[in-house]
Every structure is written in C-alpha cells, then in structure tokens.
C-alpha cells in the first residue's frame, strides 16, 4: 500500500514548513485514502473523517506559499488531529482492520458545510469522525447523519450546538449542562467545609453557567455560596475582600472566557495569605496560567472529558512512536484524534451495523474511560436528542504536581 500521510508534529518552523509542504501536496493530489488490510471482511467500512486543515490557506494549487514565516497557529489543531487518526490508521492496519478513510477538509475555500455534505452524501459510509470548530458545522453534519442513518462521533467540539432529534449523534466531548452538574457535586463532596464564592461577569453564557449552577443545587443539599461579578480589568484586591483566612476558601470560576480565566488564576496565585482551591470551567486544559502558578497555597481544578497520563503505558508508548516519526512531542489534539478513529473504527468493525447499542464497550481503550448515555431534551420523547459522553475527571494542579481524580 503505498503511504500517503502528513507528518505534522511540535517540530521547529522551518523543519515543520518542509514536511508539511512535502505532505499535504499528495493530500491535495488525493480524494481519499485507502487504509486497506485483509480480514475476514470482503467489504472494507468507509469512514469519514472531518477536519479543519485549511490546506488553501497554505498552498496555491501545488505550490505551498508560506515562505518562511510561522505556521499560523490557527492550523495546528486540525494537523493535529489528522496526524492522530493517520496514526491510528497504521495501527488499525496492522490489527487487520479492513477499511477505507475518506479526509474532508471543512475550511477548503469555496466549500461550505453544505456542500461537503452534498459530496458525502454519495459515498454510503458507515462511519464519520469529526473535529468541529462552530456549532454551524456541527448542526449541518448532525442533520446529514440523520438523514443517512450514519454514526456521526464529534471528538473535539465542547458545545452539543443545540442538536435536537438524532440517535445517531455521538459527543465525546460532554456538554457544558454536565460540567457544571459534575462541578457542583464534586466541590460538594470534595469540599464540604469552606467559603464558596462563584466568580463570574456579564455575558449570555455567564448567565447560562450561573443558572445551570444554581439549578444543581435545587436537586440537593445546597452550596452556601456568594456570587461575585467582576469586570475583565478586574484586581486580586476585588477578591480579596471575600475571602476568610480562618477557613479554606472554594472559588468557583463561572465564565468559559480564556481571558478572564486566566486573569482569575494570576489573581489568585499572587494571594499568598489564604488557603485557596481554584474550581474551573472544563476549557482550562488549554490555559497556559493554570500550570504556571506558584503559591503553594492555591490549588487549581478543572474538569475533562479527557485525560492523557503520561503513567498510562499506552500513552506512552505512542508518545514515544510519535516521538520517533515525528522529532516532537504530542499535543492534546493528536492523542483526540488517535483515540477516536482506533476507538470508533474497532467498535465498527466489531459490531457494524448494531455499533450504537455498543459505545460504551471499553475493549479498545487508549487512555479513557467513555460512558456513553442517551440524552432526551424532552423526557417524553421516544427517542434520544443525542448520545453523550457523561465520564468526567478533575484534573488537579497543585505545588508543581499534576494528578486526574476519577
């Protein structure tokens, strides 16, 4: 089989710009990949696989037009995320999974979300594996999954984007309602003796987070907590004055803003005198600040769908696989990537066509835990709005030391 894949990884820039001008020219010459190995399967499963790897933002036709300057960081993710699942390809190849892998590249210029659709709505695949950046996206591909009767796995969007009425609808990546239902009985449990201050600022989605928040604590014993709404130019000073130093204090973070989040997280860390637990939205995996922090005072915590020890053998053996292909380090995205398709295409193969009655057979874990339910939106309906994830660990950082509680 010949080896048609894009070698994206942590390299330096310019070695980067070599191997991804190299690359994606036989990506560009391709409409698909086959990824084909002999089972007892005369017919291989068709998969598709939705990225954003914004191939004509860098080349003109064959020819890659950067030049030497940095690789906008807007294109990391997707690369990412594809050099996962073609990773994950090479194992699944040598496992002797017999299937064909079709690349759509969902910020390809005069494409829309419609008209890839269109395109694959010809192709009859079993399976699609997406990394959505817009709730957009996610509504047109959740409604082609209906409409098809194909499983359609979103790995990476935090949103569930409104989509209403399709079993066939996977999110790994929980939705915001079930972050804060897990916060507010993890902070309950965990921390049963404390001050409690809910941190947040006006917005719409602020406004959602602190309902959600307080209708968590309608169903059970309820968090004596103070709300405290702050501007962006907010002080450690503006916080300050809520804290008692007679007793540890539990802050809770109710904005999805990176900029206020981190602001939170450098206002805390410079307050030395007080015992502090820091609880914060599930998009803090990617805040630099939040492992940065230097008072052993403050201990930060966030939730996550995902969790990628480097204790786990697994994962450290294909960190150590990427490291040898690729000269650098895994990020986050690559692992999203690898798991779902080695995950997703085994659960496919193994039960196609009755997959959806089994995602929660862990027998092909990489690194987590997935605990796959039905979600009605309406309890009466006679179907599920979707299926969603609902595992979560809390990640927690404290005096240099990083540890997942499950």
């Known amino acids: 089989m010949q080896d048609k894949r894009c070698l994206f990884s942590n390299m330096k820039p310019r070695i980067f710009q070599r191997v991804l001008c190299a690359a994606i020219v036989v990506l560009l010459a391709c409409s698909h990949f086959g990824v084909c190995a002999q089972n007892n399967s005369p017919v291989p499963l068709k998969i598709a696989v939705l990225a954003p790897l914004y191939l004509d933002s860098a080349f003109d036709g064959m020819n890659y037009k950067l030049g030497n300057t940095s690789i906008p960081r807007y294109f990391l993710n997707g690369l990412e995320f594809y050099n996962g699942v073609m990773m994950a390809i090479d194992s699944l190849q040598k496992e002797g999974v017999n299937a064909e892998l079709w690349i759509y590249d969902t910020k390809a210029k005069g494409k829309t979300s419609e008209s890839i659709a269109a395109e694959m709505g010809t192709m009859r695949f079993n399976l699609v594996i997406a990394s959505f950046t817009s709730a957009q996206e996610q509504r047109v ?48 449990r965990n921390y049963p003796i404390g001050k409690y201050i809910f941190i947040t600022r006006k917005g719409p989605l602020e406004d959602k987070i602190m309902q959600l928040f307080s209708d968590e604590g309608k169903k059970m014993s309820a968090l004596n907590y103070k709300t405290l709404q702050l501007g962006d130019n907010f002080t450690a000073a503006d916080i300050v004055a809520q804290l008692d130093s007679n007793r540890q204090n539990v802050v809770i973070c ?153």
Do not use: C
């Open 141 to 188: 591909f959740s409604e082609f999954s209906f409409s098809n009767s194909i499983p359609l796995v979103s790995a990476t969007y935090p949103n569930d984007a409104y989509v209403s009425g399709n079993p066939y609808f996977i999110m790994i990546n929980s939705s915001l309602k079930t972050h804060i239902e897990a916060i507010y009985r993890y902070t309950q």
């Open 254 to 406: 109710g904005s999805l803003d990176e900029a206020f989040g981190t602001n939170l997280v450098k206002a805390l860390d410079q307050t030395t005198s007080y015992q502090l637990v820091l609880i914060g939205m599930p998009t803090w995996d990617a805040l630099r600040a939040v492992y940065k922090t230097e008072n052993d005072k403050l201990e930060v915590v966030y939730s996550t769908p995902y969790r990628y020890d480097k204790s786990n053998k697994t994962v450290d053996a294909i960190s150590q696989s990427y490291k040898l292909k690729f000269n650098g380090r895994p990020g986050y995205m690559f692992f999203k990537g690898f798991e779902t398709m080695f995950n997703f295409t085994h659960l496919m193969n193994k039960y196609n066509p009755g997959m959806m009655q089994h995602l929660s057979d862990n027998s092909f874990e990489i690194a987590n835990n997935f605990q796959f339910q039905p979600v009605k939106l309406d309890d009466k309906a006679a179907t599920p709005d979707y299926i969603e994830n609902k595992k979560l660990y809390f990640i927690h950082i404290f005096q240099g030391t990083i540890r997942a509680v499950y």
